[in-house]
Every structure is written in structure tokens, then in C-alpha cells.
């Protein structure tokens, strides 16, 4: 069962051992009322880990994202096994706006956080 979701920017961020992609959906306003975060980290001692967290709901570990795949302005990301944490989904459908400054965060992100498990597709 996959998850879909609507973002109008997205970042791109490095911060000492953890690189990280910032999807949100803002308001009218400038609010942020809905968002997603997908960090991966590397520490020292142990090998890189992948933090999905959705309107400060967090989950991940070493084995969470099987594979992604990234075409426009459509990320896919399939998950190992279903998130209990987001109702038993499979997968997250992330689209976002189709702007110079979301795909250039993309270009530059999308690969460094999600590492070998990115697929296919082109940005």
C-alpha cells in the first residue's frame, strides 16, 4: 500500500555525520504544515542508517529503504518491510514542485542520502 505526498520545496543539507533531504509543504502563509525529512548518517563505528521522519513521527535503521527511484519530480521509496509507525505502508510517493531550487536540492541530495538503494530514474 503506498503513501502519497505533495511538497512545494525541498532542501538539500550536510551537518557533521549526517546528510539529509527536507521535503515540506507550506502555507499560504509560509508555515510549514506538513513535511518529511529523509536523513541518512554515518557513524564512525557502525555503517550509514536512513531516518524517515513525517511530522515528528521517526523511524529507520540500517535495512529500511529497499530501493528508490527518482523520475521528475516523482520520488518513489520502497520500503523493506511495511512502516507500522505510518499505517502498514510499503512505499512513499513523494512529488514535488517542479522548480529550479527543488531540483537543484534534488541533484545535489538525492544521491548522497539515499545512496546505493537509488535505483533508477533521472533528476
Known amino acids: 500500500m503506498p503513501d502519497s505526498r505533495y511538497y512545494d520545496t ?4 550536510v551537518r557533521d555525520n549526517a546528510t539529509m533531504l527536507f521535503f515540506a509543504h507550506t502555507t499560504t502563509g509560509g508555515d510549514i504544515d506538513d513535511y518529511l525529512l529523509l536523513m541518512r548518517t554515518v557513524e ?3 555503517d550509514s542508517s536512513t531516518y524517515i521522519e513525517i511530522n515528528e513521527q521517526q523511524f529507520g ?3 529500511l529503504i529497499r530501493e528508490a ?3 521528475g519530480n516523482m520520488l518513489t521509496l520502497h520500503l523493506h ?3 507500522t509507525e505510518l499505517g502498514g505502508i510499503s512505499e512513499i510517493v513523494l512529488t514535488f514542485a517542479d522548480t529550479p531550487e527543488n531540483g537543484a536540492s534534488m541533484e545535489a ?3 548522497r542520502v539515499l545512496g546505493d538503494t537509488l535505483s533508477g530514474g533521472n533528476a
Open 69 to 71: 527511484e527518482l523520475l
Open 44 to 46: 564512525d563505528d557502525f
Open 109 to 111: 541530495g538525492a544521491f
Open 61 to 63: 535503521g540500517h535495512n
Open 10 to 13: 525541498v532542501a538539500f543539507d
Open 81 to 83: 518491510e511495511p512502516a
